[in-house]
């Protein structure tokens, strides 16, 4: 048997996940937490401009950054924001830093990361009684659990300037933030950016995404379009004021936007507001008195409808188990958020599944929900989600599979931004790509793996690695090892590496991908055991001392009665 090592996909940027399930065991059901709305704060604090009153690099309290950070502190408390995205700010470890000043003043729930940027001279130091380094910044109510930056202004032969992307990702967010600050004028080097900033959100945040920040133009900009034609727009009014002292005039712009990952059915933006009580609109003139605020800039709010979590049927924002018996019914039990599962469960399939392929992982139909997706027979369809778990009547999506094929949804492999499914049959690895035109129906299959497939058990983890990519499990039933396939930017899946051993088919008869079950931005494993009438074994995600992905640590989280099951997912 040929197993195989590297095969082409189709692209591969969302996180994939599957979720699993638990029998008879008593663990009591937690309250429901419906997925929660975000609310992101995006404010160009102007916290390091240079010029006194009067010159054109006036900015409001520069030298005072406890008054500019206490403002942002306010701006938190008064919208209730779960993200704070700044620009033109300073950031370090030193103390009186910008990014100093806001932990103190948010407290220890919150996690900040900064970007730096450099000025046109090369130099990164805040200057004066500042102390760090300018660039952006994002902090976030949660545990940042990893970041990523990137300079993404084209080197220039006039100066040494650069300017920064920033991604965050959030311990049990579904929801990348990111935040830039886009050069103003030179279209030509500014598009170069823009084309970087897109290039760099597909290779590492190829996920559901909200991007704030100064982009020093109006959001149906023509410059643009590259990064923001298949985003939602949010925030589209004057959040910058300016001073022509020539014609003693005042300019307004609007400057400051937030774009985000458009859902596969209504709208992200609940609402979208800029707070102009904290612009200075004074005329900048040396004899103009005290500025009425505190940056050229104005903060600017958004609020969004929290992305779906990955896994979850029941919608509560946390991973869930599906599974069928013995008796052919399909079973939902739901997650806890610890890597645990309620210990009674729910028939959401009455019979006609014990030979069934079923999976879960994203939603098919475009209504918002996550859905099952079986293949039956030699059919393959796709049953609603009625919002609680519940199934509607199926859609045949296709036709012609294997009575043998093994179904497994792996989330957005293509990058369209719909759940896409991989099939193992005929020795062979296949994708049904979700047909965007006709929802929930798939293309024609792609074959991704030529041979090898037959004695591989898949389950899809999610984003095993950090990168924002859906990666694969295999598990290979001859020699028991448990394998990753990662997913590359470009499209195909990497060279495999060990992920753990000892997963034989009988010591672990089950296995499925848990999505992040436990909330602490790691995927996750379920397993069944042959221990007793059978257990179900929690493998919450880990790291090897490389910094590789491996299954972690084992709790028990279902303590008898799964020899009656015969598919978790």
Partial sequence: MRVPTRFAAALLPVLATTALWAAPTAHAAEPALAVPDLTVVSWNICGEAGGLRGQDGYCPYRNAP??????????????????????????????????????????????????????????????GVLTGDLGVLIAVKGTITSSVAENTLPDSPDDARTLPVLCVTVAGWATTPCTTHLLPGDEDRAAGQVRNTQEFLAGHVPGDVVLGGDFNRNTDAPALSPLTSGMERCVDATSYHGWDSATQQH?????????????SYG????????DTSRMDTTPNEADS??????????????????????????????????????????????GLGTGAVTGGHTVIGNGGW??????????????????????????LRVYPNKGDGSLGSPTVIGTGLPSDARVVGAGDVTGDGHPDLLAAYDDKLWLYAADPEALPTVLPPVRLGASGWDA???????????????????????DSRLWLYRGMPDGTFDARTEYGHSYGTGNRPLLAGAADADGNGAADLWTTTDSGTGTLMFYAGATDAAGNPVDGARTTVGLSGWNSIVLIS
């Fill in 66 to 127: 406890e008054k500019k950070i206490e403002q942002v502190a306010q701006v938190v408390a008064e919208r209730d924001a779960d993200v704070v995205m700044l620009q033109e700010v300073c950031g370090g470890d030193e103390p009186g830093s910008h990014m100093d000043l806001l932990q103190q003043a948010l407290g220890p729930a919150w996690s900040i990361r900064h970007a730096t940027a450099a000025r046109p001279d090369g130099r990164t130091d805040c200057r």
């Fill in 251 to 263: 300019t307004w712009h609007r400057l400051d936007h937030f774009f985000v990952t458009l859902p």
């Fill in 267 to 274: 709208t992200r933006a609940i609402a979208c507001d800029v």
């Fill in 289 to 334: 008195g005290d500025p009425d605020g505190y940056s050229d800039h104005a903060p600017i709010i958004g609020t969004f409808r929290g992305a779906p979590v990955a896994g979850d049927l029941t919608g509560d924002g946390r991973p869930d188990l599906v599974a069928v018996d013995t008796d052919g019914k399909l079973r939902l039990y739901g």
């Fill in 354 to 379: 014990r030979t069934a392929s079923v999976t879960h992982r994203g939603d098919f139909t475009g209504d918002g929900r996550e859905d099952v997706v079986a293949r039956v027979g030699t059919e």
């Fill in 456 to 478: 591989m058990t898949l389950t899809a983890p999610g984003d095993a690695d950090g990168d924002g990519r859906p990666d694969l499990l295999a598990r290979d039933t001859g």
